[in-house]
C-alpha cells in the first residue's frame, strides 16, 4: 500500500479498552433477560459468559458471539487480525471450536481509503484461515470511525462447556497470555513506544486461543474465561460472582509482557482502566496503584483466564507444555468472603 495513516488517531479508543465500562453495562442490562422462554438456551447473559450457547441435540450446541472495536494499532491488516482473533476468542473461552465468522465493519468512507479498509478485511481473512474457518460474509455501514469485528458460530460437545458458574473452591488460577497490552497499546497510541516493544504487544494479541478447544477435554478445567476490555480483575469477578466463589491473587506471579514496567514510569495507562476501577474497585481487598494499573489494564485480544481442580493441574499443565506454554498459577479459588478480590 502507498497510503500511510495512523489508523489509531481516527478513534477516541483503542480496541477493547472501547468497551462500556461493567458498571455502566449493569445499569444498561439491568432487568433485561432472554425475552423469549426456551430450555435449549443453556448460557445465555446471566453469569455474563463469553458467548451464548444454544443445545441443537442432547450431545452438542452451537455458540454464538460477536465481538467488535476500533483500530488499537496503526497497521490496516494487523487491525484486522487482532479484531478477528479477539472475536474467535470467545468461542474458545466457551471450550468450543469456531465454524464460520461474519465481518462488522464501520468505515468513514469520506475520511479513509476504501483500500485500507480492504486491508483490514485481508488481515481478518488472515486470521479466520489460521483459526481453519471461512470469513463468510458481513454487514458494513458508513461510520463516523473505523469499527471492525466478527459475529463467529462455532460448535461443542455439551459436557465440555466452561462456564462463568462451573468453577469450584480450591481450584489454581492460570492465564494464557500475559498482561499489560492496553499499556502497550496506550504507549503506541501516543507515540512513544519502541518497534520492538510494540511488535511484541502485536505478536501477543494475534495469537489464537485455541488452546481452549483441547483445555475444554480435560476435567480438571473447571471454567475459562478470556481476558479482554474489563481487565484481568473484572474478568475474574464474573467468573467468582458467577460461580458463587472469592479469589486471592498473588500478583508477583502474574505473568506480564516484559516492556511494561517502562511505560508504567512514563505514565502511559489507558482511561479505560480508571473505568474499570470505578466500576469494581469496592468489590476488591486494598490494592497500590501500581496494582491497579497492571490489574484494571484494559486487554484486547488477551489470554485465556483457566480455573484448574487441584487433581486436574498435571493433565492441564502437560497439554499447556505442549502447546509451548509455560504456566504457573497466580491465585486460587476459595469460599465466597466479602473482598471477591484479595490481593497478596
Not at 486491508?119 to 481473512?125: S, W
Not at 520492538?196 to 478445567?221: C, K, P, Q, W, Y
Not at 485480544?301 to 509455560?326: D, H, I, N, Q, W
Amino acid at each position: 500500500m502507498s497510503e500511510t495513516v495512523r489508523l489509531t488517531s481516527y478513534s477516541h479508543g483503542a480496541g477493547c479498552g472501547c468497551k462500556i465500562a461493567p458498571a455502566v453495562l449493569s445499569e444498561i442490562l439491568a432487568g433485561h433477560h432472554p425475552g423469549f422462554p426456551d430450555a435449549r438456551l443453556l448460557v445465555g447473559n446471566t453469569t455474563r459468559d463469553d458467548a451464548a450457547v444454544y443445545a441443537i441435540d442432547e450431545d452438542r450446541a452451537v455458540v454464538s458471539t460477536t465481538d467488535f472495536f476500533m483500530p488499537i494499532v496503526d497497521d490496516p491488516g494487523d487491525f484486522g487480525g487482532i479484531a478477528a482473533v479477539n472475536a474467535i476468542s470467545d468461542i474458545y473461552a466457551m471450550g468450543g471450536t469456531p465454524l464460520m465468522a461474519i465481518a462488522i465493519l464501520g468505515w468513514p468512507v469520506n475520511k479513509l481509503s476504501t483500500k485500507i479498509a480492504s486491508a483490514v478485511l485481508d488481515g481478518a481473512r488472515e486470521a479466520c484461515a489460521r483459526a481453519r474457518i471461512p470469513l463468510a460474509g458481513g454487514h458494513s455501514i458508513d461510520a463516523p470511525e473505523p469499527i471492525f469485528g466478527l459475529a463467529v458460530t462455532g460448535l461443542v460437545d455439551r459436557k465440555n462447556i466452561k462456564a462463568n458458574n462451573a468453577a469450584v473452591a480450591g481450584c489454581n488460577l492460570y492465564l494464557t497470555k500475559p498482561l499489560g497490552i492496553g499499556i502497550v497499546s496506550t504507549a503506541q497510541k501516543r507515540g512513544v513506544v519502541s518497534e520492538e516493544d510494540f511488535l511484541l504487544a502485536r505478536d501477543v494479541m494475534l495469537e489464537l486461543n485455541d488452546i481452549g478447544s483441547e483445555l475444554a477435554d480435560l476435567d480438571g478445567v473447571k471454567a475459562m474465561t478470556d481476558v479482554t476490555g474489563f481487565g484481568l480483575l473484572g474478568h475474574l469477578i464474573e467468573l467468582c460472582e458467577g460461580s458463587s466463589l472469592s479469589a486471592t491473587v498473588q500478583v508477583d506471579a502474574l505473568p506480564l509482557i516484559s516492556c511494561v514496567n517502562k511505560y508504567l514510569e512514563i505514565g502511559t495507562v489507558p482511561g479505560g482502566t480508571s473505568r474499570n476501577f470505578e466500576s469494581y474497585g469496592h468489590k476488591v481487598g486494598p490494592m497500590s496503584d501500581y496494582q491497579k494499573t497492571l490489574l484494571c489494564d484494559p486487554q484486547t485480544s488477551g489470554g485465556l483466564l483457566v480455573a484448574v481442580a487441584p487433581g486436574g493441574e498435571e493433565e492441564f499443565l502437560a497439554c499447556t507444555a505442549s502447546r509451548g506454554l509455560s504456566l504457573q498459577p497466580f491465585g486460587t479459588l476459595e469460599e465466597a468472603r466479602e473482598d471477591v478480590v484479595k490481593l497478596v
